[in-house]
């Protein structure tokens, strides 16, 4: 080997938390490779024009920003920053046998009296208003402990110090606190939703995925709000690429790792590029930014239980935004926060159901949002004029067992029931609004998990890689939830403790126990 072929760290996988490690482990004086298999750094934390001929930039798999400390901002010195969105969420229903619906946002007298207009009374706000700002309290002792070395359970719950908070997120199904906290099944549900963003669980599920999934819902920031990149995704990407870069990491696409070797001391990395046949580099230390499978593949160890996702990921590109049922509520202002669709409390349960016994949803639930609202930047100056939007459909409870047979054919059933879900509240048809692209198509593109494993590697298109762990200490976690049963081998990808959205949280953990902190 020469050389250039011998790093103190070779990363495995370019996806954002993988940049994190390597721009960390650069700026500490350490020489780094990082491999990536696509022909893009960037992962599912990506922007890309989907449709031919219309320059819309979209962040087509991952859309939104919680959980990215401003640590990691801070430290990296990343040319990056988000916009918080005017409303938090529109949940569209019927009551009475008129539109109504629940909008929250724009301030508390505001959103107090959409409460009011649903429910007919205060009640439902003030038990709101209590429920959150207990996760508030929360979010603002558990969310800075993700960048420290983990806390045992006993020191997190110290740290928390609020008994009921701890037994509502970490001991009891969340749906026990949800349905003595709350009346109103619309209620109950936009609360529930957190808890099931790429997760398959029932509100009373006793593994309590469900709980683990709404604490990272429910935290980020300290403050739990979800924030708009500026630029879209991509915008983060290439800001940690460039970070990675100037620091002296190098970086190369097109590299497919195919094994990992060590000893705990040394380790090497083998690897294809193109067609130039298998290269070797040699390291200190292997970050892989990949699956908890693909390690264990790359390993030759035995595979964790296979993961599942179950979403619907929907892009679309619209020429205009269309008219509400609800002639109360703006659209602008319903479709700037989280739009939910068919997400009640008992619609979520059936859905679950139906969904648990190999059915697809016959109401598949769903939120939307429009990132042009709050940032236009990723439209051209000629497409935000003539007042083109974006819509990111974010579907749940559509496992990847229910495409199994045929990929195709469901996710075009699946497309058309979640889009007939969301014309029920609209006063035109949202197939009049998309957008053409340059050869005459609808704007419209839709990815279920099989669609995911497939471009991205996700195991089962499970977003998390698996389901979410409690961020504290657990057995063969280490001392970072980073560690694996090899001394010189971590793990900075969502599989990570710790891992699962767009942080950087396992990326910085990873780099810190490979620095010996």
Known sequence: MSDRDV????????GHNGLVAAAYLARAGRSVLLLERLGATGGAAVSGRPFPGVDARLSRYSYLVSLLPKKVVRDLDLDFRVRTRTVSSYTPTERGGRPAGLLVGGGEARTRRAFTRLTGDSGEHEAWREFHAMTGRLAARVFPTLTEPLPTRAEL?????????WRTLFEEPIGTAIEQRFSDDLVRGVVLTDALIGTFADAGDPSLKQNRCFLYH???GGTGDWNVPVGGMGALTDALADSARNAGATLRTGCEATRIATDGRRAEVTYRQGDEGERTAAARHVLVNASPQALAGLLGDEPPAPAEGAQLKVNMLLKRLPRL???AVDPAEAFAGTFHIAEGYEELATAYAQAASGTPPTAPPSEIYCHSLTDPTILAPDLAERGYQTLTLFGLHTPARLFAEDNDAVRAELLESTLAQLDAHLAEPIADCLAL???GRPCVEAKTPLDLERDLRLPGGHIFHGDLAFPYAQEGAGRWGAETRHANVFLCGAGAVR???VSGVPGHNAAMAALGE
Do not use: F, Q, S
């Open 7 to 14: 790093y103190d760290a070779v990363i495995v996988g370019g």
């Open 218 to 220: 429910v935290i980020g």
């Open 437 to 439: 692209d340059a050869e």
């Open 499 to 501: 891992g699962g959205g």
């Open 325 to 327: 049922r609800d002639t």
């Open 157 to 165: 719950r110290a740290r928390v110090d609020d008994a009921t908070a």
